[in-house]
């Protein structure tokens, strides 16, 4: 698909009422995930939720009598797409929320869209206008912010916020590639078996280190994991999912433009997390950069009107 169709994609109801769930569940699940892991194993927190979330997410299958066969040719395929739209992603953030305020792990997080940008210009040859390159510039230099103030004050742990970043840069690829995926395989049907494996993995770690601090979950724990179950892994992942694949790949990062905000302000206001000028500044630079990103060009608008 050419640059010019990508940012000229007309948006249906559908597809419109779908971005609007995904944003808000994934927007205040980050103080619900930073209630969910303050004092609990994180890769067990993931864990639990992913069990609970398959049943919600079978039922989603067969609801809407999707086949969940995936040919043996695709099993390839399908493990990168695993391994770059959700492994890294969970087995990372998850911990790296723990070092860092709910509100600003979002903020990190969702530079996913700039770095989407980016891959597609260096790996699928989709051209950056000049004013786009100013957009991944603000971004980086709200991603300096942050990463200055975490050294600066020690009110987290750098490591946290490179994780959350490189996490982000991986899945922006997972997206790229889903969208270009040749699986004939209805996407529900490559959620589900993504998340299968991803919760797989994520027990495996919880068993190797975490078992000795396993202790049943307080009642906010629970609150969180199921969030999570319901929400996240039932519903908007595997949401997500289906637009990634059926919308141009920078299109469909259009979803996450509102997430970091709504966790910064959800987190001061759940959490009472305190935030810095920094986080206002980043938050603004993000917004601007992934507008860059998103916004059709002159020539794209002209285009798409006939023009």
């Known amino acids: ?27 205040f699940n980050w ?5 969910g892991v303050t004092d609990f194993p994180p890769w067990t927190f993931r864990t639990l939720s992913m069990l609970l979330g398959l049943p919600v997410l079978y039922v989603m299958t067969r609801s809407m009598k999707v086949p969940l066969h995936v040919p043996r040719h695709g099993w390839r395929e399908l493990a990168v797409l695993t391994f770059t739209n959700m492994i890294v992603w ?8 723990q070092a860092l305020s709910s509100g600003r792990a979002a903020i990190l997080g969702y530079t996913m869209p700039i770095f989407s940008a980016l891959v597609g210009a260096a790996l699928f040859g989709q051209r950056l206008a000049g004013r ?23 009110a987290g742990r750098p490591w946290a916020a490179l994780g959350m970043l490189m ?15 040749q699986l004939a395989s209805h996407t529900l049907a490559l959620g589900w078996w993504m998340t299968i494996a991803t919760t797989v993995v994520m027990g495996l770690l919880a068993i190797v280190f975490e078992r000795g ?3 049943a979950p307080p009642p906010a724990v629970w609150f969180a994991v199921i969030y999570n179950a319901v929400l996240i892994f039932g519903i908007a992942q595997p949401l997500w999912l289906v637009l990634a694949r059926e919308l141009p790949p920078v299109a469909s990062t259009l979803s996450v433009m509102m997430i970091p905000v709504l966790g910064a302000l959800s987190g001061a206001w759940l ?11 980043a938050v603004v630079l993000m917004l601007a950069a992934i507008g860059s990103v998103l916004w059709p060009s002159r020539g794209s608008r002209a285009a798409a009107s006939g023009g």
């Open 167 to 181: 996490a982000a840069a991986v899945w922006a690829l997972g997206t790229q590639q889903l969208r270009r995926t």
């Open 1 to 27: 698909m050419s640059s010019a169709s990508s940012a000229s994609h007309a948006f249906d109801r559908r597809q419109i009422g779908l971005l609007v769930f995904i944003t808000l569940a994934w927007g």
């Open 132 to 154: 786009q390159w100013l957009g991944v510039a603000a971004a980086a230099v709200g991603v300096a912010l942050l990463l200055w103030h975490e050294l600066a004050h020690m």
């Open 213 to 215: 601090a396993w202790r």
């Open 90 to 97: 969970h087995v990372v953030a998850i911990v790296a929320i």
């Open 271 to 281: 959490l009472g997390e305190t935030l810095h000028w920094q986080d206002g500044a």
């Open 31 to 35: 103080p619900v995930l930073k209630t």
